[in-house]
């Protein structure tokens, strides 16, 4: 069974610019939270999508944002990108919203010139 | 307070020996707990989670629950240099009000050394 894929794995990007990454969850995994990770503030909550809605959100500014497709896949986007948004981005997925152990994909490295 | 405290470490075992990783919560309405394992470089990866008080085991691995304390722990037998990774405590709290939109929130991670 294929695990959580995200695309790309690194995207250098500068300051101003905009960003989508994408996620595909493990088959039958409709639930996908988002985490940014950083050495100073390790993993935190962006938000969660189940059946196309956000069902939760982290303490992000709006720069952040998120969809679900009908086929469970997610996008992330941060407009007008600053040196700090640089991180790991990792997509998770769970069988559904709630209680359900959350598997991660590989993550994309994002670096902000 | 923060919401998941780990000890940073690096927390250093001889091989073989018992690695013991602790994590403490502060909320008590948190209803789920979960272990992740991290290579430097890499993503986290599950290896065990834990609903109810008590232990429950999975090979060489042990996760111990205690909700009164709110206290939840990582039990690693027969370490083995393989093992040298951050591991992550998250532990999912039920909203407010009811609902289904859980928010899973981690520790900073302990990093263990086993040393061969």
């Given amino acids: 069974k294929a695990g959580v894929t995200q695309t790309p794995r690194y995207l250098i990007k500068t300051r101003g610019q905009q960003v989508t990454l994408s996620c595909s969850p493990i088959s039958g995994h409709r639930s996908v939270s988002w985490y940014q990770q950083t050495p100073g503030q390790g993993l ?28 469970s896949r997610s996008e992330m986007n941060v407009s007008t990108l600053e040196l700090g948004d640089s991180a790991l981005y990792l997509c998770a997925s769970s069988l559904n919203s709630g209680n359900q152990p959350q598997h991660f994909g590989d993550g994309t490295r994002l670096s902000i010139l | 307070q923060k919401e998941v405290e780990q000890n940073s470490g690096p927390l250093s075992v001889p ?11 502060s909320d008590r309405g948190s209803q789920s707990f979960f272990w ?6 890499k993503s986290p990866e599950l290896i065990m989670f834990i609903y109810s008080n008590g232990d429950k085991e999975d090979g060489r691995f042990t996760a111990q629950l205690n909700k009164a304390s709110q206290y939840v722990s990582l039990l690693i037998r027969d370490s083995q240099p393989s093992d040298s990774a951050t591991y992550l405590c998250a532990v999912n709290k039920k909203p407010f009000g009811g609902g289904s939109n859980y928010k899973l929130t981690f520790g900073k991670g302990t990093l263990l050394t086993v040393n061969p």
């Fill in chain 2, 15 to 25: 091989e073989g020996a018992i690695a013991s990783l602790n994590c403490t919560y």
């Fill in chain 2, 36 to 41: 992740y394992r991290q290579y430097s470089g």
């Fill in chain 1, 44 to 71: 935190q909550f962006l938000f969660e999508y189940f059946s196309e809605t956000q069902r939760n959100k982290g303490n992000f500014p709006g720069r952040f944002s998120g969809r679900q497709f009908s086929n």
